[in-house]
């Protein structure tokens, strides 16, 4: 499962207006490895490491989950990108951010994604060369260093 | 405790196995990442709740099945169990926890009642169940704390910055903030590193294994050739014949229903939600199973200060005090005024949220975002007290099988009905005007106060349920003895916080080992 070219440009338009940057920071890659976990194996649901590129493998319980929930998803994208229309990428700003209201749902929905991939572990296709991360300032995956004391008692 | 007597113990577990290697000579895995999105947002842990749901609904008046399907106070289903996920705060209770109904008294509409094991007999089990985890504490610092017989086998590790700023604050308006005791390492400690301070400790797996989480004394008994684990199975009965239990029924992923005798004992260990459904799953009829479902009533009162906290490092609680836990003259005038006859808060963990997703999520999108993002008022600025109040004992917050729910297996999952009582509610009114008048002399510019469950959600989100197996003196009015043995089948134990009688303002974990060390040396023959 993925995105046609024309839901692609629909997602990278409005991840653009939903989170400034987070297009450059790789969210509608993170978008479409999420709806295409399944492509690869074992599937793109948790990283072995959060910057690595391997996966866990699933139980057999816990493919059933995953498959109905990004199936879930993709049924939705299917269905509610083009409520906000075919010509959404090539609409002004203010256009695109006045359809965006206007489908609460779906736009809940792609905010979560462009979050997670924004600031989620780089394993999953986002927050690329941890662009997300350092725009706020987060330092992310410490270990095996982590912080020494006085990091963390200290101002 | 089983295997240095001797036995053999075959241990299973319906979740996964992320902790240790199953053979020989069983070193520690490397699963456990800081990765918000596998263990917040992803189930990592599990359950997944479109696997094993369970179902929620306030009252069992009128007609509704339920009001909610989903998660519902889930522990981790994973070799480890809630150990994995949890922090490590690990308190004693206090002598008086033990025996409320005989200090404090009745109180309407509750089943108070004094514990068939006073402190002073757990005491040694408490102190066992600190070392054989690995506890870091400072025995001197808590005022309120009870008697014990011996140090922490660790000093407590560093403050978190945002946590002195709150405990500094707390001891000017009259409180008594202190270490908390933490099932993580300040050192090594039983061939465990000490923790490395890297923030992703509250719901994560501990990537260097410095949590006290099970794996210290399942790594003990592994080593000895007597234990076998078995992850990825599932019990779905325990097998009584003539008022002795015989084995379990478990299954794995292919549904195939298979026996496994017990020459001894069979031990249930599930959690206070699975534990009773599962004895329900096995045909026990003692009315009082499920029955006296608690979970902590929480009251969050966080503000906003003016500094940077960086809350993301460190061992996400590090200060907690006690002072609401005690009944003084203002929290009785506080009852009277409810209509009670007393009332009692819960231990309060100095705490704020650390991860940028979980923030990012809270946000509005759109041209503003960065700059919230960037300026961060809750990971960076935001913090607070989760006071984790006493829940009294109902006879109608329950745990029964769900007549129309079932988990991918098509096993009935465990429904879960539960209203606060008054006390709750009066309790964590009273104490969070202390809490707010606090946080506002650290600094914070705007406070706010929030409850679970009310505020936050219809169902409590505390993680500490117990008390759906009570243990007493009484067959009539418990369901398991003094050592936790089902009354009606004496080798089937209940080693869980299910026993529990009362839920004091503590958490559960280092009371259900010390009760759990001690059931099993009974077992064993040892005590």
Known sequence: MSLSPLHRSIVTAACGRLIPGSVAAGVVDYIEGLLGAFDVSPPRVWAVTPRGSAFHELSPFE?????RRIGDWQARYDAELPLLGDDFAAASDDEQDARLRAQPALTSLLYEHACEG???????GGNRDLVGWRTIGFEGDVAPRGYSDDEVALP | MLTAAGWSVCIFERGRNHLIDLDDPHRLLDHFTNDELKFTERHFLGPDPLVEPRTFRRSADGDVDHEHVGEV????????????????KVPRFREDDFRLRSLLGPIDGASVDDWPVSYDELE?????????????GDAAANPFASWRSGPYPMPPGPPMYASTITASACERVGLHPYAAPTAANSMPYGGRPACINCGFCAFYGCPVHAKGDPVAMLQRSLLTGRCELRPDSFVSRVVVRDGVAVGVEWQSFDGVVRFEGATRAVVVAGGAMETPRLLLLSGLDHPLIGRHLMCHFQTFVMGSLAQRLHAHRGRAVTHVHDDHVVVDADARAAAKSAGLPWLR????EHAGPAHPIQEAKLYPWGAAHVAAMRDSAMRERMWGFCMQGEDLPQTSNRIDLSPSVRDIRGVPVARVTYSPHVHEQAASAHHSVLLDRALREAGAEWTVTATAPGDISAWPVSKHVMGTARMGSDPSTSVVDPLQRVWSVPNLVVADSSVFVTSAGYGPTLTLVALALRAAAALAGSA
């Not at chain 2, 808060?345 to 309060?348: D, I, K, L, R, T």
């Open chain 1, 63 to 67: 493919e059933v989950a995953w498959r």
């Open chain 1, 118 to 124: 924004m600031y989620g572990a780089p394993a999953y």
């Open chain 2, 73 to 88: 106070n889930d522990l981790p289903a994973t070799v480890g169990g809630g150990g994995v996920h949890a922090d490590g």
């Open chain 2, 124 to 136: 040694p089990w408490y102190t066992a169940a600190e070392i054989g985890v690995g506890v870091a």
């Open chain 2, 345 to 348: 808060g819960g231990m309060v």
